[in-house]
């Protein structure tokens, strides 16, 4: 991937730069509207107390209390509704650029993060950086310019009482730090405990049907209460140390402006200081050490968001293993089906020892049928994964029509090489819709007539409302043989030039398969089809059967050929027909 240069986020503040000025721009309205408001009552205090008020307040002096509340107003809610368009808005382009690039991933990139964590760092993590950035935009010019604006206003007031700033402003920040640093790292183990506990909630929710069919509930509830309580603790040893924050903050403010009134009290009595000017400077005060505090805070909320950026980074920053960017012939189509293998090699973990495939050399011939049998493990998912590219292989090469796969769009191989997985998924939405993944142009007859050849139009016209039921997300409201000849028409719809079933009878009873398998051959006959089956009856007519064992394959030739030379297919014929007992 192109690594970004300079600032990493810039692109995505760019579109909405003006809300990123803005917004801190109205921030310090309000500042000068909050800083000269006491400034501006300490006139009027100053003059009740010298008696020279009898004409009520002067026009001028109302005049600029009225604007400094509607400054403070203005800017306020300007700088709040910026900071919120600006934050919104670049957690939502994050976000979708997000997830244009884990729909990019391959299998292999999926492997890596799992997919809880890819959820996590697409919804919560950004939550984080977003909310940082509606915190800073609104803050980081306002607390800094609030502090040092009413500090400036404090020293013009009163030189001599601004030195108890001094002492506070130190002692403040110490204390801050010292609860802050008490405070992180319990702060940062919470956030651990809440992957923890989403993880969980992840597994049991999306798996509550195994859940229930093992009768696990009990221990599910407990395995969830450990992860709760354990959130609890720690939460509560972590605002345990916040709990003392804010006492402590309005004890030493409360000590500052004692220590202002004592002291101030008596300059006012030698008659240096009006009682105004010593009301305002009490304001200061607590504007300084609030904006200390609301600093120090700041710094701490984002290194928590920091780390959160650090794991969207991670995502976005991954590299795709499979691109075809480099591809030589992007326009090239699949046009006959011939399949080749050339001394393939494959493995999952590139250090691991043992390959899951090894040595495989296949040549399969355009429109023929291809049967793979072999134990489970032996690899065959594998092999046939590397066709459509969901795994690249590490040695040899994968040849369709003639062509190393890498050298086609990945778009026109997967458009010609179809696949139904083993683990196979429909999604939420009606039947239609789910079949019409094939081809999303195909008119109401193409869709009918692809689900007649899986078997499956017959099933559908039985449920309420036909093509237009509505499936529950993951396929949990059909049967398990009718999903799988659902993902058959699915695949049939997109027309491919290689059509590859992954055990996608297994969940069928043996009339029906035949009457796919008859549909198969006479109607889709210009296809390559590869078929992975556990039953021999399954492959046992196909042109050219395939065994495979370890992931070498060890056998290969029809039926009655294998029959005759291959032990371990006679071996699975036996036990399968009833002779092997
Ligand atoms: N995504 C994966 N990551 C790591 N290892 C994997 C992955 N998928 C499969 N394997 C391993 O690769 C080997 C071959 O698996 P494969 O799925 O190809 O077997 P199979 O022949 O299709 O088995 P089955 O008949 O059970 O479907 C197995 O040892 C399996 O554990
Ligand atoms: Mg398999």
């Not at 950004?126 to 502090?147: D, K, S, Y």
């Not at 429909?426 to 109401?444: C, K, P």
Request: with cysteine; net charge negative.
């Amino acid at each position: 991937m192109h690594k970004q240069k300079g600032f990493y986020w810039f692109k995505y503040i760019k579109p909405y730069l003006p809300y990123f000025i803005i917004g801190p721009l109205c921030m310090i309205v309000e500042v000068i509207g909050e800083v000269v408001m006491p400034k501006l009552l300490s006139v009027v205090i100053n003059q009740a107390n010298a008696g020279t008020l009898t004409d009520g307040i002067s026009l001028g002096i109302m005049a600029g209390m009225i604007g400094c509340a509607i400054l403070m107003m203005t800017g306020g809610v300007g700088g709040a509704y910026f900071a919120s368009k600006a934050a919104v808005s670049f957690a939502a382009d994050l976000r979708s650029d997000m997830y244009r690039r884990v729909q990019q991933f391959s299998f292999a990139n999926i492997d890596r993060f799992s997919t809880g964590s890819l959820v996590t760092r697409m919804t919560n993590d950004i939550t984080q950086v977003q909310n940082l950035i509606a915190t800073a935009l609104r803050m980081a010019l306002r607390a800094p310019g609030m502090m040092i604006a009413a500090l400036i206003m404090a020293i013009i007031l009163n030189p001599s009482l601004s030195l108890v700033f001094a002492v506070s402003i130190p002692l403040v920040l110490v204390t801050v730090v010292f609860i802050i640093r008490m405070g992180f790292p319990r702060f940062a183990a919470l956030q651990d405990k809440v992957d923890n506990l989403n993880n969980t909630i992840q597994e049991d929710v999306t798996n509550v049907r195994v859940v229930k069919s093992f009768v696990r509930e009990d221990y599910e509830i407990d395995r969830f209460g450990k992860a709760n309580s354990e959130l609890k603790k720690t939460g509560m040893s972590a605002f345990r140390v916040m709990i003392f924050m804010q006492p402590v903050m309005t004890l030493l403010m409360y000590a500052t402006v004692i220590t202002v009134i004592l002291l101030g009290g008596r300059i006012v009595l030698s008659g240096d200081m009006e009682v105004g000017d010593l009301s305002a400077f009490i304001t200061y005060v607590t504007q300084v050490l609030s904006s200390l505090i609301m600093i120090t805070f700041m710094l701490m909320f984002s290194s928590r968001a920091l780390a959160s950026a650090k794991r969207i980074r991670e995502v976005m920053e991954e590299k795709l293993d499979l691109s075809d960017e480099n591809a030589s012939f992007p326009d090239l189509d699949v046009s006959h089906g011939e399949i080749e293998f050339r001394n393939v090699t494959f493995r999952y973990f590139k250090d691991s020892a043992d390959s899951v495939l090894s040595g495989i050399n296949l040549r399969i011939p355009a429109g023929k049928t291809v049967g793979i049998i072999g134990s489970t493990g032996s690899g065959k998912s594998t092999l046939v994964s590397l066709i459509p590219r969901l795994y690249d292989c590490d040695e040899g090469e994968v040849l369709v029509d003639g062509v190393n796969v890498k050298e086609y769009s990945l778009e026109k191989l997967r458009d010609g090489v179809s696949m139904v997985l083993q683990n196979n998924m429909l999604f939420s939405g009606s039947v239609s819709d789910n079949l019409r993944w094939g081809d999303e142009n195909a008119d109401d007859d193409t869709v009918r007539h692809a689900a007649k050849q899986a078997q499956a139009d017959k099933f559908v016209s039985s449920f309420p409302g036909g093509y237009e039921y509505q499936i529950g997300q993951g396929g949990t409201n059909v049967s398990g043989g009718q999903k799988q000849r659902l993902c058959i028409a699915r695949a049939l719809l997109s027309r491919p030039k290689i059509l590859i079933l992954d055990d996608s009878t297994s969940a069928v009873d043996t009339a029906t398969e035949a009457q796919i398998r008859t549909a198969l051959r006479e109607e889709v006959h210009d296809a390559t089809k590869i078929i992975i089956a556990q039953r021999i009856s399954s492959v046992q007519d196909a042109d050219m059967i395939v065994v495979l064992n370890e992931g070498r394959i060890t056998g290969c030739g029809t039926h009655d050929e294998l029959l005759s030379s291959n032990t371990e297919y006679r071996e699975i014929y036996d036990s399968q027909t009833g002779k092997g007992a």
